[in-house]
């Protein structure tokens, strides 16, 4: 293919970021890591420090020279893979889904600085994603491919302007877009854009065009569906007995120079039978938390308790068997010939073989929409479809409690609902608590009844959804943002749209065109 014969180009002429940092990471520290490039192109000592500079700062990484990469979060790790291609100056920059593991900030960052690389004019830039909201005002040119076949070409306003093909080829639609159709469509309005509205889209355009409807009198206010209200389920009341996990003044610190503390004085009560979101910044020491609830990290002070039992002296085995933990990278996690044999090896570590292993690995395989690779070696898959093997394989033992941590990384639209639905399903089914850490918070709008929040190591949110994306100001000070669908719904509370809307479909449902 085309991109093929980009990626053999010479790296003076071809960068290339891949779409799993971890791949192209192998120095012992950041300086070195984007000093191995250059060098190899035999570029002067003191230019190569300039590089590495301008680099570091332009990605937001300094004062981690220091630091070993295999210490950092998933977001800092892609950051430094970039900053070791740019040193490098190419011609022409492939990346593939280059903000798929970044956090807000770090994707806003990301983005800005391939904003600024564009801007300079020098550098050709190809970009694969699935984040279709990094691309609006990005992209001078969009192509949309589905089952290998171009759907769709052409600018972000000519693209976007044709929703239904978007769809059909699982394109997500960002919700702002979303959100401005659907109104536009009761009034009876063209959903065609220009140029100038795509760069414009955002919560307070959208909220304002809504405005203009709403007191044209196109379109009225109606009692919404009561989607994001989350009701508890008759049939888990009796599971909520009481905490499955608690973490109890739980602090942890990174060995190093300098050590990293990662969580501080943390205090956390898990009620059996929850669906709780977990969200917050790289290095906010969200993935350290989950890991000292399966045991794979014992925190200096305080005690992490399973169904009011101190884990401290039970064995990471043991723990695994009662919490499941999906990692943000599946490559830690798959290690056998096949997906088959990645599921059958924990079943028979549970004396679980046979027909009934099969039917087990079947029922698991076809939850994840991989029934079809039974057979496949896992490392000839692709990286989303590594994820959702290893979401299968944990799923298949049947924990107690089922932590997701980062379950859209590398997965389209589809595959992202396909795996939160997962979650949902053990839960409503099963009876199973369920954690899930993302940076996803439309999708954490839909799925989770509890929120945490946490930044620099300490819980700074916790409670119901709805009330916890209503805090903005304390979101802002950890650098997030509630929904679009929530800031926009409060932007219409004078119209009478409630303030608790937190997704599309329940702003939606609260308009509806006016008769006559």
């Known amino acids: 293919s085309s991109l093929q014969a980009l990626a053999n180009l010479p790296p003076e002429y071809c960068g290339v970021l891949l779409q799993d ?37 332009l990605l937001h990484l300094d004062g981690m020279e220091k630091r070993n990469p295999r210490d950092l979060s998933g977001g800092q790790k892609q950051r430094v893979a970039l900053g070791a291609v740019l040193t490098m100056q190419p011609k022409v920059l492939v990346l593939d889904e280059p903000t798929s593991q970044l956090d807000p900030i770090g994707r806003s960052e990301v983005v800005e600085s391939i904003n600024r690389l564009k801007s300079d004019g020098e550098m050709t830039i190809i970009m694969t994603t699935h984040e279709t909201d990094d691309i609006l005002d990005l992209a001078d ?214 027909a009934a292993a099969n039917k087990i690995t079947q029922q698991a395989l076809s939850w994840v929409g991989l029934e079809n690779e039974m057979e496949t070696f896992p490392f000839r898959m692709s990286f989303g479809d590594r994820r959702k093997l290893a979401v299968a394989a944990t799923v298949a033992l049947d924990p107690q409690v089922l932590i997701l941590d980062e379950p859209t990384t590398a997965q389209d639209h589809r595959g992202r609902y396909q795996l939160a639905d997962i979650g949902r399903r053990f839960r409503d089914e099963q009876g199973r608590t369920i954690l899930m850490i993302t940076h996803d918070m439309d999708l954490i709008a839909r799925y989770a009844e509890r929120l945490i929040v946490m930044w620099n190591g300490q819980v700074i949110l916790d409670g119901p959804t709805a009330q916890v994306f209503a805090q903005k100001d304390i979101l802002a000070q950890s650098f997030l943002r509630p929904p679009v669908a929530a800031e926009v719904s409060a932007r219409l509370a004078e119209y009478g749209i409630p303030k608790d809307i937190i997704t599309p479909e329940t702003l939606l449902s609260a308009l509806q065109r006016r008769a006559g």
């Open 141 to 354: 040119q969009v192509i949309v491919l589905d089952k290998g076949k171009l759907v769709l070409s052409g600018t972000p306003a000519q693209v976007f302007s044709q929703p239904d093909v978007l769809r059909a080829a699982g394109i997500k639609i960002p919700d702002a877009l979303d959100i401005l159709i659907h109104s536009n469509q009761l009034c009876g309005m063209d959903t065609g854009l220009t140029g100038e509205q795509v760069q414009a889209l955002d919560a307070e355009y959208v909220g304002s065009e809504i405005s203009s409807r709403l007191a044209s009198g196109c379109i009225q206010v109606v009692s919404p569906e009561p989607i994001d209200s989350h009701p508890a389920d008759p049939s888990r009341a009796v599971a909520q007995q009481g905490p499955i996990l608690q973490a109890l003044n739980l602090t942890y610190q990174y060995p190093g120079f300098p050590p990293v503390t990662a969580l501080r004085d943390v205090n956390i009560s898990i009620q059996r039978g929850e669906l709780v979101g977990i969200v917050g910044q790289n290095g906010s020491g969200k993935s350290t938390l989950v890991k000292s609830f399966v045991g794979l990290l014992r925190p200096q002070q305080g005690e992490v308790l399973y169904n009011g039992r101190n884990i401290r002296k039970t064995s990471v085995g043991e723990m695994a068997r009662q919490v499941g933990l999906v990692l943000q990278n599946p490559d830690y996690q798959l290690f056998t010939v096949s997906s088959k044999e990645e599921i059958h090896f924990g079943l028979r570590n549970l004396g679980i073989e046979g």
């Open 21 to 57: 940092p971890e791949v192209q990471l192998f120095n012992p520290n950041v300086f070195t890591e984007m000093a191995f490039g250059p060098a190899n192109l035999k570029v002067e000592k003191e230019e190569i420090i300039r590089r590495i500079r301008a680099s570091m700062s």
